[in-house]
């Protein structure tokens, strides 16, 4: 196996034991950038003298004594909406082209205090708006198990480079599923954290109530092993929780037996692709043979997450977004002759369609007149989803769904219709309107593309989501290698 495909943990052990180098790594993870980047398009900026750097530097420190975590050395991608000291942060967005921040996201600084090396910044939908990833002013990334279909979104640069070998491990941000839909498309493990767990200090926010940043890796075991360098406190965040964390990676023991998991009827029960339904259904008996119980559960409120979640998701994302005015930051407009032009201008030029297109129906969302019709009983319908979850986790260790509804589509298939790209996120959004931790992995192939399955947990236990991911993953046979990784 070529070290781009190895797992953070195995890479871990031979850095840890000094068969192999950080240098070499990062080398290695370079040429396979070059090799296939161009098909791929997984980054918008790449970072190779950076890499290089910080891996030559945790060489030294490794070869001083000093004692390193199991991040250390390993390449990792860092979406484009979050904030780094010095490198151009876009967010995907023609606004922000060659925007260099001054500052690090907490997460950003957690990884370089961990010793990651930055390949560099991924790829996503402009502003995170999006569940392809053909949303972005840089160009659209592609799915490496086959690079006419696309890679989700909107974290989808992020999926897109663990699953060809661009980097060992990635970060993302999930609003309504944008880690989650782009792993299962990818074939890769993608965490959205309890909201409040990581901090969101850094990251341009998209919807804030909802936002959250995770990893995407090639197992669980990674999964956990990053969660662990980037939860906890920060001062810098009033949303982020003060509760400590647990090491997540040390409880994947494969052991369920007993545990009692839900099978969501609104999530399965109709809308469902054919190779889809049956993955899932071949995933619960993996469940059932690990010695759980596996039930069908009722959330009504549910089936209403969608329209909830674009109004709420919308509404924030007008409000966060006024700040892109032309005047302190991003691109101006060349042309106008007042400062009401200026603002117009600079927007109608920097700002996409879909961004755009949200940003007006927030806006009409949260004006007088519509702000209790709409935006306030979205608010009143999300309490509702969430007290559904609460009573089912009365019964149930944790839920669970395929995490899209279909394998990836092709380019271009979705781009006029918004409301079908929309309904991509149907499995994924009720997570997030109820502030829950939720992980898709992959459970099987259907057009020989990837089918992912989603475990959700209740707040604050992703240890144990990560355990029964872990228990599944140890039983299931693997979906093999992209195309783009088979070189052909």
């Not at 910080?54 to 004692?67: F, L």
């Not at 989700?152 to 060809?164: D, H, R, T």
């Not at 993996?286 to 039930?295: I, L, N, Y």
Request: net charge negative; aromatic share 6%.
């Amino acid at each position: 196996m070529e070290l781009h495909q190895r797992t953070a943990h195995e890479l871990g052990d031979l850095l840890a034991n000094k068969e192999l180098s950080s240098a070499e790594l990062t080398a290695s993870v370079l040429a396979r950038v070059a090799e296939v980047e161009e098909q791929v398009s997984s980054y918008i900026t790449l970072t190779p003298e950076l890499a290089m750097e910080q891996a030559r530097a945790v060489d030294q420190a490794r070869a001083d004594g000093k004692e390193l975590g199991p991040l250390a050395g390993i390449p990792m991608g860092i979406k484009d909406n979050m904030s780094t000291t010095g490198t151009q942060t876009t967010c995907a967005s023609s606004i922000l082209k060659g925007y260099k921040p001054v500052y690090d996201a907490t997460v950003v600084s957690r990884l370089r205090d961990a010793g990651g090396v930055f390949i560099g910044k991924t790829n996503l939908d402009e502003f995170a708006f999006g569940s392809s990833t053909e949303n972005s002013a840089f160009g659209a990334s592609k799915n490496p198990w086959d690079t006419e279909r696309v890679p989700g979104g909107s974290s989808g640069g992020s999926a897109a480079c663990v699953a060809a070998g661009e980097a060992v491990i990635a970060v993302g941000s999930d609003t309504g599923g944008s880690i989650r839909q782009p792993a299962s498309l990818c074939g890769v493990v993608g965490v959205k954290p309890t909201y409040g767990r990581v901090s969101r200090y850094g990251l341009v926010a998209f919807a804030s109530s909802l936002d959250q940043i995770g990893p995407l890796a090639r197992d669980v075991k990674d999964a956990a092993i990053m969660m662990n360098a980037i939860c906890g406190p920060d001062e810098m965040d009033n949303t982020c929780l003060p509760n400590s964390v647990p090491d997540m990676a040390a409880d994947l023991t494969g052991d369920i037996s007993g545990m009692k998991i839900g099978i969501v009827k609104e999530l399965t029960s109709e809308g469902l692709e054919a190779g889809v339904e049956e993955s899932f259904n071949n995933a619960v008996k993996v469940f059932e043979d690990a010695g759980a119980v596996c039930e069908v559960v009722s959330l009504p409120s549910v089936k209403y997450s969608l329209p909830v979640y674009y109004l709420i998701a919308s509404s924030e994302a007008s409000s966060n977004l006024s700040r892109f005015d032309a005047v302190r930051y991003g691109v101006r407009a060349e042309k106008y002759e007042n400062i009401l032009e200026m603002y117009t201008n600079s927007r109608g030029e920097g700002f996409g369609a879909e961004t755009k297109r949200r940003v007006m129906l927030g806006t009409y969302a949260l004006s007088a007149g519509y702000y209790d019709a709409y935006y306030g009983k979205a608010l009143k319908v999300r309490t509702l989803i969430r007290r559904d979850f609460d009573a089912a986790f009365t019964k149930y260790d944790a839920l669970i769904s395929p995490t899209s509804p279909c394998v990836a589509f092709k380019m271009g298939e979705k781009t006029e219709d918004p409301l079908q790209m929309y309904l991509s996120d149907v499995c994924t959004v009720p997570a997030n309107l109820a502030g829950l931790p939720a992980v898709s992995l992959p459970c099987g192939l259907s057009e020989g593309m990837p089918v992912g399955l989603q475990v959700i947990a209740p707040a604050l236990e992703e240890s144990r989501m990560l355990k029964i991911a872990d228990a599944f993953e140890r039983r299931f046979e693997g979906i093999g290698v992209p195309t783009v990784a088979e070189g052909v």
